[in-house]
Nanobody, 122 residues
């Protein structure tokens, strides 16, 4: 499984970014997908997951109401729409693929992509 994340960049406080993750090498539509992030000096943390069909989503409390995870099974991609960005959202964001159809915060991801850096400036 290969996961290619993109869409990171520099944005001002209150701005928006849309991250994308392209998956290949596996039956993408059968499995849950997710996003994690790792801020400088901190451990990698859960951000959001989406089930195989897109019918179930889970979010970290810190991003609820601001971030939206979605997927396009026809295009083998998963997106993370990030609105009302805050400086504390600054991190490297990682795309992850699970080996189950549904996943939540405590689920273990099976595959990881490289990260994409998001920097939110004041």
């Amino acid at each position: 499984v290969q996961l290619q994340a993109s869409g990171g960049g520099l944005v001002q406080v209150g701005g928006s970014l849309r991250l994308s993750c392209a998956a290949s090498g596996r039956s993408f539509s059968n499995y849950a997908m997710g996003w994690f992030r790792q801020a400088p000096g901190k451990e990698r943390a859960f951000v959001a997951t989406i089930s195989w069909s897109g019918g179930h989503t889970y979010y970290a409390d810190s991003v609820k109401g601001r971030f939206t995870i979605s997927r396009d099974n026809a295009e083998n991609t998963v997106h993370l729409q990030m609105n009302s960005l805050k400086p504390e959202d600054t991190a490297v964001y990682y795309c992850a693929a699970y080996t189950t159809r549904i996943a939540s915060m405590g689920s273990r991801a099976g595959f990881w992509g490289q990260g994409t850096l998001v920097t939110v400036s004041r």
